[in-house]
């Protein structure tokens, strides 16, 4: 039996609305004949460009241009919180030769942290090897796969709304009414829309680290667009084209982040208790599914090739009356940020370590049950939206099945690093905007004027609210301080902002965060060493030793903070500035045994060894560590190094052009072989890796220094005196730009 479809009238509610009003106005002042033209021509202009923005590609560009305005600011961040280790200091991004080896290990090289997102480093390989460490194209590729999603989630809702809500007709009929069925198109963009601009997916957006939320968003939004195209497609060969790629892009997003398996369940979902068409058959359905589990088998599956770590949480010893009590508090805060996105901020918490002793502890401990009062009242808006009959039922319930599929594994359910965040709403914030949508439009039809009224502005007051909260992350100190002042008072927070201060010198500043933060977390290993290396830099000796020492004891105890190891690599620090070697040297020894793949360890201790037995005593060391990581660029250098010192330029070569391999942009390992080569003599050789060196790093006058050199030495001098000139002309730029900034 074929499906009827509603027709939709022809213009949209708010033109509609506002060609209302121009009448009755025009009524009121007897209909003069400037006022019916203008009426006229008005109406003719609003049916104009309601019928513009009922075309695809107008909405696609709209939902393009509105996404990339409101996380504009971010553009000019810098690196932030956790970026400069993977998006900057990270080993595995340096090579594209380095892609399998991502594969082999987890996010986090010095960390407890288990997360498994090797699709995450090769994305920060590929901005690397374009756009180097400058930041803004890390931020616009974020910005792309946050627009990408959007798009992308607009043409999935428009084939999902058309099945919630004609589940039998076929799949040609349903196929037609996406489009031509104005009101689900347009709930379709308006939902996307609202998604694309809604301020709190700022984390997963405007913070470098945070794309593994918008890379899996991204996959599983094409993944499931090609399996309904080759479920459409006529051809055979179409179909297992289509379907092939559909399950890798479905397992690169479960690489790029766990909840990419809340994808799949979403899809069996819709196929098995939505998908009600006879041409859909159970033999389908079956193969859907164990297509499925071969994924999750796969994922699993690569999930063991890296080796194996410990991880530490502090929820452990949670009972199961406080995980569900956070539950609740969690899906209260989750049910305000969704609502009315303010006080935005990292760092956020519902569980309260703290007893009530003073007037503000008791409001926060109040507040936290408040959270738990919104909590249940959410879900039961919930539940009882999905029981109410009317023709978009079927799109309530599946809204808020996906958003409690999504909000689970975030709940406080299982073991996580936080109680909440604001990223992790990426993905279940998408029910929440259907089941809205499926909502509304149980409204009668004079109420649609008003939705569509409502529905644009809370656009725009949501894409204002995103644009000043991307502006959050232009700098790390802008960053911190917004963070603090919004309520997200961490002790790293307050670390990460003291450490600002000290790098530009504002020594006290820094010395009084720290020692707060120690008095509120002692057991903050991470401050302790902050603060010793401060104390150790004024030149306060005795107390930054204690303080390291009490760092690295800290971390032996209580192992759920990263780099454990970093306190006693200071304390060998302090120990090899006083001249105790033989002391430095064990406590390196000891620290290397409990962390063996950590390459600030031996690379501190190689070093040790170098300057007080000569490079012959540093070399097994450096060379046990190369074999086990043949990735690691600094150790490769090292290496060179080592064996350059030592005499041996054959090996010293090797090295060097194995370590020129692992990074694309770094010279140093290019010009160590350019003036091996110079000084055996092999002038064209050296001049040939030089100019190398000069094409990764074509603003710095240090590399035509050398260039100049050889080449002089080759007799060619006018060539040498051409490279000098260079040299000249790029010092008067970078005055002259310096001067403009200043």
Not at 287 to 293: D, F, N, Q, R
Not at 659 to 685: C, F, G, I, K
Request: net charge positive.
């Amino acid at each position: 039996m074929r499906a009827s479809i509603p027709r939709w009238e022809g213009r949209s509610c708010a033109f509609q609305a506002l060609s209302n009003l121009q009448a009755a106005g025009s009524r009121r002042f007897g209909r003069s004949r400037i006022a019916a033209k203008l009426t006229r021509a008005t109406g003719s202009l609003a049916c104009n460009i309601a019928g513009y923005t009922r075309k695809t590609s107008v909405r696609v560009l709209l939902l393009l241009l509105v996404g990339a305005a409101a996380h504009a600011p971010a553009l000019q961040g810098e690196f932030v919180w956790d970026d400069q280790y993977l998006a900057h200091d990270n080993p595995l991004i340096k090579s594209p030769i380095l892609v399998l080896e991502t594969f082999r290990q987890y996010l986090f090289l010095d960390s407890f942290s288990t997360h498994y997102r090797p699709v995450q480093n090769i994305s920060f390989m590929l901005d690397y090897f374009f756009w180097n460490t400058n930041t803004f194209g890390f931020h616009l590729t974020n910005v792309l796969l946050h627009v990408t999603g959007g798009v992308l989630l607009y043409f999935l809702l428009r084939q999902l709304f058309a099945s919630l809500i004609f589940p039998r007709a076929s799949v040609a009929v349903r196929t037609r009414s996406a489009t031509r069925v104005q009101w689900t198109s347009l709930s379709a963009f308006l939902v996307s829309m609202v998604w694309i601009v809604h301020p709190v997916h700022s984390a997963a957006v405007d913070y470098i680290s945070g794309r593994a939320d918008s890379l899996a968003f991204v996959f599983a939004c094409a993944g499931w667009l090609l399996f309904m195209r080759g479920r459409n497609g006529a051809h055979r060969g179409i179909q297992i084209g289509c379907y092939s790629l559909a399950g890798l892009l479905a397992l690169l997003a479960l690489l790029s982040r766990e909840v990419a398996v809340v994808w799949l369940l979403l899809f069996l979902v819709h196929l098995f208790f939505v998908e009600r068409h006879k041409a859909i058959g159970v033999g389908q359905r079956v193969v859907a599914l164990c297509s499925c589990l071969l994924l999750i088998v796969i994922y699993l599956g690569l999930r063991e090739l890296p080796s194996p770590r410990v991880s530490a949480s502090v929820q452990d010893n949670w009972s199961a009356p406080v995980r569900a009590a956070l539950m609740a508090r969690a899906l209260g805060d989750y049910a305000r940020l969704l609502v009315f996105p303010t006080n935005l901020h990292m760092e956020r918490t519902v569980f309260n370590t703290a007893g009530i002793g003073n007037n503000s502890e008791w409001r926060q401990a109040i507040g936290a049950e408040y959270l738990s009062i919104i909590g249940l009242l959410f879900f039961a808006v919930l539940i009882c939206g999905s029981l109410k009959r009317g023709r978009a039922q079927t799109m309530r319930i599946f809204g808020a099945a996906w958003f409690l599929a999504g909000y689970l594994p975030i709940s406080n359910l299982i073991q996580l690093n936080a109680t909440v965040a604001e990223h992790w709403l990426y993905l279940p914030s998408v029910g929440f905007l259907i089941f809205i949508a499926g909502s509304l439009l149980e409204l009668p039809r004079a109420w649609q004027n008003r939705v569509a009224v409502c529905a644009l502005s809370t656009v725009m007051a949501l894409g204002t609210a995103s644009f000043v909260r991307s502006s959050d992350w232009v700098s790390g100190e802008t960053f911190y301080k917004r963070t603090l002042a919004s309520g997200g008072t961490s002790a790293r927070v307050i670390t990460n902002l003291a450490r600002i201060y000290a790098e530009r010198h504002d020594y006290p500043a820094a010395e009084r965060m720290l020692r707060r933060v120690m008095e509120v977390a002692p057991d903050y290993s991470i401050a302790i060493n902050n603060l010793a290396d401060l104390l150790f830099h004024n030149g306060k000796m005795a107390e930054a030793e204690k303080l390291f020492r009490h760092s690295a004891e800290v971390a032996a105890e209580r192992s759920r903070y990263p780099r454990p190891w970093i306190g006693a690599v200071n304390v060998a620090i302090v120990r090899h500035k006083a001249r105790d070697d033989e002391q430095a040297l064990a406590t390196l020894a000891k620290e290397r045994a409990a962390h063996p793949n950590v390459w600030d360890i031996v690379s501190y201790e190689s070093e040790i060894l170098r300057q007080s037995k000569g490079p012959e005593a540093a070399l097994p060391l450096v060379k046990e560590f190369v074999r086990a990581n043949w990735w690691h660029y600094g150790a490769a250098l090292a290496l060179g190094r080592l064996y350059a010192e030592k005499g041996d330029f054959d090996r010293a070569h090797n090295a060097l052009r194995h370590a020129s391999r692992l990074d694309v942009h770094d010279t140093q390992a290019l010009s160590l072989l350019a003036t091996m080569s110079m000084q055996q003599n092999h002038l064209e050789d050296a001049c040939r890796i030089q100019r190398r060196a000069i094409a990764r790093q074509p603003d710095e006058p240090r590399q035509y220094i050398l260039l100049s050199n050889i080449l002089e030495k080759m007799g060619r001098e006018d060539e040498a005196r051409a490279a000098l000139a260079h040299v000249s002309q790029l010092r008067e730029f970078a005055h002259h730009e310096s001067t403009l900034l200043n």
